[in-house]
């Protein structure tokens, strides 16, 4: 089974300073990997994937995320922060089975976005 | 406008009394799931559908029933719901179930329940 472990439950950080979001999953075979942000009161939405092909995936509003494989890591990265951007940050794991069959989202325990004016 | 809708929004209750919180999509998916959200816990899945009249266990099913009767409804019932319960609910589907029909998943807004 895969699971994922994010590092820091709450991450304060100043507007317009950068901020990494540390993801790190634990899985046996190829797996695909999310970042879903949730604002307050509302539900998740994904913000972006890794499936396949380049390693650096981005976000229309400026976040980016890159697999690493050997570190099996997908950490969040926006070099700007905004008020905004405060929000809680979930990063998710599927494995990517070759065949048939249903596959299941593993979240993350989520990461609290402080942007401090 | 493409959506998942829950209702209600808000539910407070007391222990023992049946209810159900109500999922559906306009989106033609197969495959809906329930999650709950509790602090510091992330979200864990309670159960999910590959399609009509298929259903099955996810990670936390203890204490909760689905039903699969119509592609576009997926409910989940409390039949006597207790204080470990009360927790942030959402409903999610996707297209498909398997890998090769992967696309984005959709999440509702969220039913927050109080059990007393």
């Known amino acids: 089974a895969q699971s994922v472990t994010q590092l820091d439950s709450q991450v304060p950080v100043f507007e317009e300073a950068p901020v990494e979001l540390r993801c790190n999953y634990s899985s046996s075979v190829s797996v695909y990997l999310f970042w879903y942000v949730q604002y307050p009161n509302q539900g998740l939405q994904l913000l972006l994937k890794?499936?396949?092909?380049?390693?650096l995936v981005e976000s229309i509003n400026g976040f980016e995320a890159e697999f690493n494989k050997s570190q099996t890591s997908f950490h969040l990265r926006k070099p700007s922060v905004h008020i905004s951007d405060t929000a809680e940050y979930f990063c998710?794991?599927?494995?990517?089975?070759?065949?048939?069959?249903?596959?299941?989202?593993?979240f993350g325990k989520g990461t609290k976005l402080s942007v401090i004016p | 406008e493409a959506q998942v809708t829950q209702n209600p929004r808000y539910l407070i209750t007391v222990t023992g009394k049946k209810l159900t919180v109500t999922c559906s999509q306009n989106m033609n998916h197969e495959y809906m799931s329930w999650y709950r959200q509790d602090p510091g816990l992330g979200l864990r899945q309670i159960y999910y559908?590959?399609?009509?009249?298929?259903?099955d266990k996810g990670d936390v099913p203890e204490g909760y029933k689905v039903s699969r009767k119509e592609k576009r409804n997926f409910p989940l019932i409390l039949e006597s719901p207790s204080p470990n319960q009360t927790s942030l609910y959402f409903c999610a589907s996707r297209l498909g179930a398997g890998v090769s029909s992967y696309n984005e998943q959709f999440f509702g807004p969220g039913t927050r329940l109080t059990v007393l």
């Open positions: 559908s590959m399609n009509v009249e298929v259903t």
């Open positions: 998710a794991v599927s494995v990517a089975y070759s065949g048939a069959g249903s596959y299941q989202l593993t």
């Open positions: 890794y499936l396949s092909g380049s390693t």
